[in-house]
Nanobody
Framework: QVQLVESGGGLVQPGGSLRLSCAASGSIFRIDDWGWYRQAPGNQRELVAFISSDGRTNYADSVKVRFAISRDNAKNTVYLQMTSLKPEDTAVYYC????????????WGQGTQVTVSS
């Protein structure tokens, strides 16, 4: 069974930095695409950053330059480096993997809370 485990969330002051990690384990043959999403209370879940199997990336306009997504294929892990954090970045952050296993599936992490506040 495939499991995505997220870590790195927490409380940070405006202007601070955090690095989120999401590691996949279980019966995964290969992970194609990774994505980071976030959802604030009362809002819909939105795409923050995307990285493809060949390293192509895309970012939401609101986080471009401030955030950076990367992956370590050997560790089946994706990262989100967040800098210059703003209160508007406060949300639960989720990782998503599109992966080849027994079947091709989309997998979600359970989320990690990021709170940006003085």
């Amino acid at each position: 069974q495939v499991q995505l485990v997220e870590s790195g969330g927490g409380l940070v002051q405006p202007g601070g930095s955090l690095r989120l990690s999401c590691a996949a384990s279980g019966s995964i043959f290969r992970i194609d695409d990774w994505g980071w999403y976030r959802q604030a209370p009362g809002n819909q879940r939105e795409l923050v950053a995307f990285i493809s199997s060949d390293g192509r990336t895309n970012y939401a306009d609101s986080v471009k330059v401030r955030f950076a997504i990367s992956r370590d294929n050997a560790k089946n892990t994706v990262y989100l480096q967040m800098t210059s954090l703003k209160p508007e970045d406060t949300a639960v952050y989720y990782c998503k993997a599109e992966a080849w296993g027994p079947t091709y599936r989309t997998y979600w992490g359970q989320g990690t809370q990021v709170t940006v506040s003085s």
